[in-house]
């Protein structure tokens, strides 16, 4: 068996390096905190954050995706002083677009919108 090290790996037509057509990588992450002022914690092609209101923001991409059929998945919690699960999921009302994505935290005890402090969001494809 043969073993292959390398710091960098780098598509040279542009874009997110492959293994027999499977990206390797996101396509870009966020780690924010959603409450009082929003604040990225850390990031990979995640441009800001857009606090729309109550437990629900949007994730504003540094570069477009190619296309709006990308997959996305998250998590949310950390609320002082609650402890019903906190629902990561999309704005049902506001389709995905190339430049971002709604996204909406929710108290899955009682069905509200709801801020919270640790919010995780990571997209595959689209690029």
Not at 36 to 51: L, M
């Amino acid at each position: 068996m043969s073993t292959i090290s390398a710091n960098d790996l780098q598509n040279t037509s542009g874009g997110i390096p492959t293994v027999k057509g499977q990206r390797l990588i996101p396509t870009a992450w966020v780690n924010f905190n959603g409450t009082g002022t929003v604040a990225i914690r850390d990031s990979e092609n995640v441009s800001s954050i857009t606090d729309n209101a109550v437990g629900n923001y949007s994730m504003n991409f540094a570069v477009d995706m190619l296309n709006t059929n990308y997959s996305v998945s998250g998590t949310a919690g950390g609320v002082d002083g609650i402890t019903a699960q906190c629902i990561f999921a999309f704005h049902h009302n506001v389709a995905k677009t190339v430049s971002s994505i709604r996204l909406t935290t929710l108290r899955g005890s009682v069905d509200a919108y709801i801020d919270t402090d640790t919010i995780h969001c990571v997209v595959m494809g689209g690029q």
